[in-house]
């Protein structure tokens, strides 16, 4: 569609000419990105033009009409609504609100959203002195039709008042941006962003613009313009793929969006807003650090001078280390200072800005990135010191790390730090992108480096060990690999990168065993034992372990967890100094376990006792704070039997109890109580909507399951039928695997899925059918991830040959797919 069409098609004023032109320009895909939203402004000025003439026919005084806002900006989307203004000098209000209906309806008659107003110049500037988003909106004021004299008269009144009261309204700003992203999130993390409403997004790029017309500060430039032009891009294919004016970013639309703009798949797409989010929102940093230290120096500056009588104030400068100094609040680089022969430099000021606090100031990370020599390799150990010392300084690590990231320093220092870079996790148990999880898990270890002999280790073990994210294949495995190489050139000996190696190889042993692995077993505690090798590194890997999972999300750690990690570092860390545990020691019952056993086995039925339970209390190591709901503990006894697990949980299930530990072994009664054996299960389960059931009501349909009088798989039908669970995305298909080292005793099937009700009342019917007997379970839920483990034995209480094995795990698999 050419310019001479676009033109052709206005001139006609009517809605019908005007939405057949923007329908054409919008899918004929000649033109996309910036030329095809400044043709659709242009289409619809000229339309609108059409209309202002045919309605102000006759009209004598002064009107105009004017574009505010993004319209403002020729920055139309598909979906966008029009911003406009109706100008008028107050000769003839009755004409002037005639004008606005003949305007006005012909865009609602197309349906397009509309947000309008009409005022004289007066009233408008004193709604933009009242209300920011007004004023905000006419700095981008432009003039369409009508009296240019009004309109420019207008644009240069706003803009004056604009920076007269900028010391006033800019921190207003800030703080109306702070409680924006407070409400809505980092535009660079989220899985489902608000493109224009997240930290980082669309209407940062405004604010900025709006401080930039201020006269008062400006962002830094570099990349700015792309970062916002690349959103928009997003925005425009969202509207073009919904049909809708939407700015979330959501799932299931991601495929048809990367599709529109031509990228390779939704990874890349998220990838690439992420970039722009972090460009647009570090800009942002620095642009309030630069507002505010501008305001604080008006603010001085007249007492200084009355002090100097009238001279010039001059910086105090405090020195922070080697080349490098506070200024003003920010850390600067000291006058004597030389980038290009100290290439320490960029790594010691890091440090040192981190430790106490300050952020670097964007002309000494340019200076650096622009001028200073790159490491040897190996690294200098003073190097390879001062990275330490950043990784370990806490929560200011972040902002340092991303100002050097954001002026491609980091990337200079670890090449492989960029397949990482911006990376989506699409784990709804992940909060952060890879890199930034890195960072979140150096900042957890930095709190745990008390505990540990060697610090350093565990430190650059938290940056790095992730780091294989960026390959295909299993990330810790890859990460293995990529580790040795970074920890040589880092300048670690071989000695500390073979334990690097295996922290990294590693890091998700302890966590993986401790929920899903039976405990009691010799082998599983043989199994981790060989794997660490050494005391040194089961301590490293222990914290490692903790930082991790406490900077993957909320749903990652809890106490309980920590104590069935530290309960298993105990038994490892007793096979490491010699101990044995080739003799099961399975745990003796608490006593009221025991009682409830005998009672099982005294009354040939199930027996259970509910009871609420929180988190354990805290250690010397762990302050106590308010305590971890965990909904409440389920103990049942029941006489060895078959059945008990798809019984147990299917009465669960059907009274709408959702399990989120589940623990199931046999235990053996003393032979002066009864030789028979009793299925213990100690289970933590949370009622899906209101209360609780009675431990009475939960018992008689056990009992009736466990007989077969209550049709568990029927029920879940029915309801399932009449309220139909809706997903807004598409799960990852289930996963059963043999784990054929896990269990000497056992065969070990390891179950992923999505969580569901009645999974685990699936799970154990099909195990049933199997014809194989449970002899124990380990189940977890990490946010909508079902993570169990089952340990399982033939009729002759061995474990399943290899080929059984594996048609039992293809079987469940099936079961789980359907």
Request: hydrophobic share 45%; proline share 6%; aromatic share 4%.
């Amino acid at each position: 569609m050419t310019g001479t069409d676009v033109r052709n098609d206005a001139e006609n004023t009517g809605p019908s000419g005007y939405a057949a032109a923007r329908l054409r320009l919008l899918t004929e895909g000649v033109r996309s990105g910036p030329p095809r939203r400044t043709a659709l402004a242009e289409l619809t000025d000229e339309w609108l033009t059409g209309l202002f003439a045919a309605a102000t026919e006759g009209i004598r005084g002064g009107v105009s009409l004017v574009a505010v806002g993004g319209y403002g900006r020729a920055e139309l989307s598909p979906r966008s609504d029009l911003d406009l203004l109706l100008l008028h000098d107050g000769a003839d209000s009755g004409a002037v609100a005639a004008v606005a209906d003949r305007l006005w309806y012909p865009v609602w008659d197309l349906g397009m959203a509309l947000d309008h107003s009409v005022r004289t110049p007066a009233e408008a500037r004193k709604t933009a002195g009242e209300d920011l988003k007004v004023q905000l909106g006419l700095l981008d004021a432009r003039h369409i039709a009508g009296d240019l004299g009004l309109t420019s008269g207008l644009r240069t009144a706003i803009l004056a008042d604009w920076r007269n009261q900028a010391p006033r309204r800019l921190p207003e700003l800030q703080e109306l941006c702070a409680e924006r992203a407070e409400r809505q999130g980092e535009l660079q993390y989220l899985l489902e962003p608000d493109l224009k409403e997240a930290r980082g997004g669309l209407r940062d790029a405004t604010a900025l613009r709006a401080v930039a017309a201020s006269w008062l500060a400006d962002a830094p430039r570099e990349g700015l313009a792309d970062a916002r032009r690349r959103l928009l891009d997003v925005r425009d294919a969202l509207h073009l793929t919904t049909g809708r004016a939407t700015d979330r970013l959501a799932l299931q639309e991601q495929d048809q969006v990367a599709a529109e703009l031509e990228l390779l798949d939704a990874d890349t797409l998220l990838r690439q807003v992420y970039e722009s989010a972090r460009v647009i929102a570090y800009a942002s940093d620095v642009t309030w650090r630069e507002v505010g230290r501008v305001l604080r120096s008006r603010a001085v500056r007249p007492r200084l001078r009355a002090m100097l009588g009238g001279g010039k104030p001059v910086a105090e400068r405090s020195p922070l280390a080697e080349g490098v100094v506070e200024q003003d609040g920010e850390v600067v680089l000291a006058r004597a200072a030389r980038p290009e022969r100290d290439p320490v430099l960029p790594l010691r000021a890091a440090a040192a800005a981190a430790q106490a606090g300050l952020p670097l100031s964007l002309h000494a990370v340019r200076r650096m990135a622009a001028t200073a020599r790159p490491l040897p390799t190996p690294w200098p150990a003073e190097a390879r010191e001062q990275l330490v010392t950043l990784l370990g300084s806490g929560r200011p690590t972040v902002e340092v790390w991303e100002a050097l990231e954001a002026e491609g320093l980091i990337t200079r220092l670890l090449p492989d730090w960029e397949r990482v870079r911006c990376r989506p996790q699409r784990n709804a148990v992940h909060v952060w992108t890879v890199d930034r999880h890195l960072i979140e898990t150096a900042v957890r270890a930095s709190e745990f480096t008390r505990r540990v002999h060697r610090p350093d280790l565990l430190l650059v073990a938290a940056l790095l060990h992730d780091i294989g994210k960026g390959w295909p294949g299993d990330h810790s495995v890859a990460g293995e690999i990529i580790v040795k190489d970074v920890a040589a050139r880092i300048g670690f000996d071989r000695a500390d990168v073979a334990v690097l190696s295996t922290l990294v190889l590693h890091h998700l042993l302890l966590i993986e065993t401790a929920t899903r692995r039976d405990l009691d077993d010799p082998a599983t505690v043989r199994l981790v034992a060989d794997a660490v090798g050494t005391q040194g590194t089961l301590e490293l890997l222990h914290a490692l372990t903790e930082a991790d999972a406490l900077a993957t999300g909320p749903a990652a750690w809890s106490s309980w967890r920590g104590s069935l990690v530290a309960d298993l570092v105990k038994r490892v860390s007793a096979v490491l100094a010699g101990d044995t545990v080739d003799e099961p020691e399975p745990g003796a019952p608490t006593a009221e376990q025991e009682r409830l056993a005998i009672e099982a086995v005294r009354t040939g039925a199930p027996v259970l006792a509910l009871r609420a339970q929180t988190e354990p209390a805290a250690t010397d190591e762990e302050p106590a704070g308010d305590p971890e709901p965990l909904g409440v503990e389920l103990l049942i006894a029941v006489p060895d039997q078959p059945g008990v697990l798809p019984a147990v949980s299917g009465v669960l299930a059907v009274h709408r109890l959702t399990v989120r530990t589940a623990e199931l072994r046999a235990v053996r009664l003393p032979d002066d109580v009864d030789d028979g054996t009793v299925l213990l299960l100690d289970w933590r389960v949370a009622a899906e909507y209101g209360s609780l059931p009675q431990a009475a009501r939960l018992r008689a349909d056990l009992v009736r399951a466990l007989d077969g009088t209550l049709d568990i798989a029927g029920r879940l039908a029915e309801r399932d039928a009449a309220y139909p669970r809706r997903r807004g995305w598409v799960a990852p298909p289930p996963r059963v695997t043999v784990a054929s080292a896990a269990s000497r005793h056992a065969t070990v099937f390891e179950v992923r899925a999505q969580d569901a009700p009645g999974l685990l009342f699936r799970i154990g019917r099909a195990l049933e059918d199997a014809e194989v007997r449970v002899r124990s379970a380990h189940v977890s839920t990490l946010g909508a991830n079902a993570v169990d483990a089952f340990y399982v034995t033939g009729t002759d209480h061995a474990p399943l040959p290899p080929e059984e094995a594996a048609s039992v795990a293809r079987k469940l698999e099936d079961t789980l797919r359907g």
